[in-house]
Each structure stands twice: as structure tokens, then as C-alpha cells.
């Protein structure tokens, strides 16, 4: 277990010995200087009244929470207990972002702003939310629901009812989504299938202050347990009897049904209705569950050392049975073969891990306070931002800076929602200045640069020294704080692609690291390519070529990078 967890967070390798900051050489050494009008919004002065939430904070993670305030403590220290046990088993250091929060919903119907568009509607329980982008994550929990209708013929069937509810336990579902964040820290891609089946068995541990137990399966965990209670004056007669289950293991849900085959199974997408409403009696995710379960405790651990393999592999290699069979050792029939006999006989060698008595949290030791406006404005805004919902975003942004808040991440977040370009430039100006430590908003600064130079190009059309330098440093900037992301890369590319100086192999190693970090952006890979060529490094344009093409998502990006090879000397970039 350990290696593949390590193994997950370590690929693909970043690149070591990483350029400082002046990789720009022979560039302008400062920036030229910019007057900026003086942001001023005009508004009425009325304001929506200010919801009351709570606030405290975790480690790295800041905590915006409502409810009741003795229920939310209890969570919030069984989760630091899980966060610490759960270090055994899964040992990589956590990457920094630039902003990692837990929204706790406990009133008000408030979870419901957070959902996306997509999940609404959805025909199955979501209890809780991962959210992310690649500078920031939220974990979104609803406490105020306890039971969720779910359509499950099997659970109606066996209770002889006419519906079925969904028992939440939010201990559980914070388990689930802390588990997805540690899963998000990996530079590869990971199948949708693998995040489903460690999911599910993080969400089985048994935890108490001595110990945590790992992969034990508990047949009878969260089976039926009945029907709903009739409310005061309903009819007995007319009342249909519901179903209550909870969430239960993989052996127990599968017995009696068809597993998928295996080439369907492995081809769920992370975006698929089915992966995205995983609980319940889902067949894919509980035979996620099962297959990742067989792999590291099943059938004595034969297959753990092919599910690492496997999973390697798959980072630089295309899914197919021949490369599922040069793992396993058999094809996708003979494991369903060996699930099915699983699934009858669930022999397995579950972990057991004894805790260290240490510092642990009490409820005394939680300070909920009442959180600021700028508090609420900053956590809301991020989070609705990553559900999808800018417009949202920007009005909680807006009545923040309403309310006085001139927090610099608070402006980023105005310059990424507000609708109008010219403020959003002003925004992401004021950010930076006033001391902003999101890289996301120095790129925006870029871009917002690099547009106008393009609208008021040098005299041959393309951007003069001074012009580059003034797009490059923002960037500089960018990469100088936590964490990469491909927009900071992308944007270099593009500005040494509009510029009239040709680039010198040194001013491009910088785009090297982003291409080693970033093996699967086709658009980052293909202009860097483009770069090499035009300077004449034709083994390197062609060996980042070739990288394009093997993660080629479609047929109409590889043709690209076919049709910049044709333009290279045969056998370049083979040796």
C-alpha cells in the first residue's frame, strides 16, 4: 500500500536542479513601470446581511463552518485524528497550495449554493464535494441532511418497500474527500477506477484513539436496517414502508449481480454519471472497491506488487489487456473469474497500525470564532469559484470589497469573476500589489499584458524587448510560489512565440520543466516544440514531439505533432 501511495504522488518525477528566477537572460532587468487608475467601485450602499459562519483553522486547512457548534468540534477532531493516523499508510509529504479550506454546512440549506451544475439533479446521494483547480481545493460537507432518497431496486426489494433512503455519515464522507485531496497532490493522471476503490476502502477504516484498521471487510456493515418511522397522524395503511441503508461493502453488494467487464469497467471516465454519483449500491464503484481491495489484501498479495506496476505503467502507456495481462498475468475474463470467487469467499489480510498517544485535539481545544466578512467573502467566493459558479463567486467577492476587505487574494478573486476585462485587469494589478500569493494571479497580469502588446505590437508585428520582459516577469514571479500550474508555462510559450527576439536554449529550459511537469498539456507541449524548431534544436522540438503524440488525447492533435515532425530531418531526436 505505502509504495503505491508513494508512487502515485511521485510521477511522473519533477524535474531536478530547477533555473531560479533569471532564467530571462539578457532581458530588461526591471519592468516597465505602469500607472493604474484608482480602483473605485460605485455601488449602492445597501448590503445583504452578512451571513453568520463560523471559523477556525486546521493545519493547512482554513475552516468555514455553520451548525451546531458542538457537533462540528467533535468532527473536526476526529478528522485531525484521522489526518494523523492516516499518515501511516500513506507517507508522501502533502504539497503546498495556495489555499486548501473545509466548508462544514450545518443550517440553512447552505450546501446547496456549493453543488455544480452538473451534479444537480443527480439520482444518487452526494452528501459531500471535492472541489479543485490547480492552486486551491475545498472539501464541502453537508451536516444538515441525515438521509438522502436514492433509487436501489435492491435495497426496495430486500425491505419489501417502495422507496429507499441513504443513511450519511459525515465522519465518513470527510474521510472520502480527504482522501481525493491526497489523490489530487499527484503529477499524473490517475484512473478514475483506482480514486473509486481507495475511496471506498478509506471509507471502511475502523478508527478509535488506539488504533486504525485498514482493508477489513465487515460482511454486514451498513446492511438494511429497515424501514422509516411513520410521522404523528400518518395512516399506517397509506403510508409506503422506506428503506434505510447505508454504505456497505463490496462482497455484500456484489454477490448476486454481474460484474462489468473489465474493458468497460477500466473505461469509466472521472466526468461519467456513474463515477460522479459513486454512493450507494453503484456496481462501478463497488466493484472499484473490490478490485482495488483483491489487488492489496486479497489472494496473498500476489497482485499488489502488478497493481503498482500496473498503475506506473499506465502513466506513460495506453490502457489495453495486453498491458493488464503483462501485469496480472491473466486477461480481463480470468480476473472477473478470480473477483467472483473473492466476492464468495473474501479471504484478505487487512492492516493494523497502533497509534501514538502524541498531542491529540479535544473538543476544548477547537476555537470556533465568528467569522469576519472577509472571511466569509474569501471562502465562499473561492469555493463557489471552483463549483463553477463565477457569477456567484463575484457577487460574494463584491460585497466583501463592499464591506471595506482589500485582502490581495480577495482582488485576485475579483479579477478572475468580474465580468468587465478592464476592471479584471485593475484587479489582478491591485492583488499583486498590495501582496498576493497566488501564482495564478501574476499569470492573469501576464495575459493581460501580452493581449495589449499584441493590440500594439512593435514595428515588424511582434513584441519588442522591453515588451517580453514586461510579460515574463509576472511569470518569473509565478513560478517562484506554490504550486505550478500549466497557465504559468503555457503563457511563457506563447510570449516567446509573439516576441520578435529569437529564444536561446537557455531562455527555454524553463519551458522544459513545464513540459516535464505537464507530459499530458498537448497545447504546452506542441508551441515548445515549435520553439526548438525555430531555433534549430531539432533532436529536442522532435523528442518533445514524439512525448506529444504518445498523450495525444484525439486524432486531430496528433496529427499536429505529425505534422511538425515532417518538418524535422528523419531520426531526429532517436538517439
Known amino acids: 500500500m505505502r509504495r503505491l501511495l508513494l508512487r502515485l504522488a511521485a510521477l ?5 536542479g530547477v533555473l531560479d528566477a533569471q532564467s530571462g537572460a539578457d532581458l530588461p532587468a526591471t519592468e516597465p513601470i505602469f500607472e493604474l487608475p484608482k480602483l473605485t467601485v460605485n455601488e449602492p450602499a445597501d448590503l445583504p446581511e452578512l451571513e453568520r459562519w463560523h471559523h477556525t483553522r486546521l493545519d493547512s486547512f482554513e475552516i468555514l463552518a455553520c451548525g451546531n457548534e ?33 466548508v462544514l454546512c450545518g443550517e440553512k440549506g447552505r450546501y446547496d449554493a456549493f453543488i455544480p451544475n452538473s451534479l444537480k439533479n443527480a439520482d444518487a446521494p452526494l452528501p459531500s464535494l471535492f472541489l479543485r483547480n490547480r492552486e486551491q481545493i475545498a472539501i464541502v460537507v453537508d451536516l444538515e441532511t441525515t438521509r438522502m432518497s436514492i433509487l436501489d431496486p435492491m435495497a426496495t426489494l430486500n425491505a419489501a418497500s417502495s422507496a429507499a433512503e441513504y ?51 465487515d460482511t454486514f456493515k451498513g446492511d438494511v436496517s429497515g424501514v422509516s418511522p ?3 397522524g400518518e395512516d399506517a395503511d397509506a403510508a409506503a414502508p422506506t428503506a434505510v441503508v447505508g454504505e456497505r461493502p463490496f462482497n455484500a453488494v456484489l454477490q448476486f449481480r454481474r460484474l ?36 492489496m489484501f486479497g489472494a496473498n498479495l500476489r497482485h499488489k506488487e502488478a497493481l503498482v506496476t500496473f498503475v506506473g505503467r499506465l502513466v506513460q502507456e495506453p490502457l489495453s489487456e495486453e498491458l493488464f495481462k503483462e501485469c496480472f498475468k491473466t486477461g480481463y475474463k480470468g480476473m472477473v473469474e478470480e473477483l467472483n470467487g473473492y466476492l464468495r469467499h473474501t479471504r484478505h489480510k487487512y492492516q493494523q497500525y497502533n497509534l501514538q498517544a502524541g498531542d491529540r485535539l479535544t473538543t476544548a481545544d477547537i476555537e470556533l470564532t465568528v467569522a469576519s466578512a472577509t472571511q466569509v467573502g474569501l471562502i465562499k467566493g473561492d469555493t463557489l469559484q471552483l463549483a463553477g459558479h463565477p457569477e456567484a463567486a463575484y457577487t460574494e467577492y463584491r460585497n466583501t470589497y463592499r464591506r471595506g476587505s482589500r485582502e490581495p487574494a480577495l482582488l485576485a478573486g475579483l479579477s478572475a469573476t468580474v465580468p468587465n476585462p478592464e476592471m479584471a485587469a485593475k484587479f489582478a494589478d491591485e492583488a499583486i500589489k498590495a501582496g498576493v500569493t497566488r501564482p495564478s494571479a501574476f499569470v492573469r497580469q501576464a495575459r493581460n499584458r501580452l493581449a495589449a502588446f499584441r493590440a500594439d505590437p512593435g514595428p515588424d508585428g511582434k513584441l519588442t524587448q522591453q515588451q517580453l520582459a514586461a510579460v515574463l516577469g509576472p511569470l518569473f514571479k509565478a513560478r517562484s510560489l506554490p504550486p505550478p500550474i500549466p497557465e504559468l508555462y503555457e503563457t511563457i510559450a506563447e510570449a516567446w512565440a509573439a516576441s520578435s527576439i529569437a529564444p536561446k536554449p537557455e531562455h ?43 498523450f495525444a488525447a484525439d486524432e486531430a492533435t496528433k496529427a499536429q505533432f505529425n505534422s511538425l515532425l515532417s518538418l524535422l530531418p528523419a531520426g531526429a531526436g532517436l538517439k
Open 12 to 16: 511522473p518525477f519533477i524535474a531536478a
Open 70 to 102: 458542538r457537533d462540528i468540534k467533535r468532527l473536526l477532531v476526529d478528522f485531525q485524528k484521522f489526518r494523523q493516523a492516516v499518515k501511516l499508510v500513506w507517507p508522501a509529504p502533502i504539497k503546498p497550495l495556495a489555499a486548501s479550506t473545509l
Open 167 to 217: 443513511e450519511v455519515d459525515h465522519y465518513r464522507q470527510l474521510y472520502r474527500e480527504y482522501i481525493h485531496y491526497l489523490l489530487s497532490q499527484s503529477e499524473a493522471r490517475i484512473p478514475a477506477w483506482l480514486k473509486e476503490g481507495l475511496a471506498q476502502i478509506i471509507m471502511d477504516v475502523e478508527l478509535n484513539d488506539r488504533r486504525l484498521i485498514y482493508g477489513k471487510i
Open 230 to 232: 411513520l410521522e404523528p
Open 260 to 295: 462489468m467487464p473489465l474493458d468497460e469497467f477500466f473505461a469509466v471516465s472521472e466526468d461519467s454519471e456513474i463515477a460522479r454519483t459513486p454512493l450507494g449500491n453503484n456496481l462501478w464503484a463497488k466493484q472499484a472497491y473490490a478490485f482495488v481491495h483483491y489487488c
Open 508 to 550: 527555454l529550459a524553463v519551458l522544459d520543466e513545464g513540459v516535464r511537469r505537464f507530459p499530458r498539456n498537448s497545447a504546452l507541449l506542441h508551441q515548445t516544440a515549435l520553439l526548438y524548431h525555430r531555433i534549430g534544436a531539432a533532436d529536442t522540438a522532435a523528442a518533445i514531439a514524439r512525448l506529444g503524440l504518445r
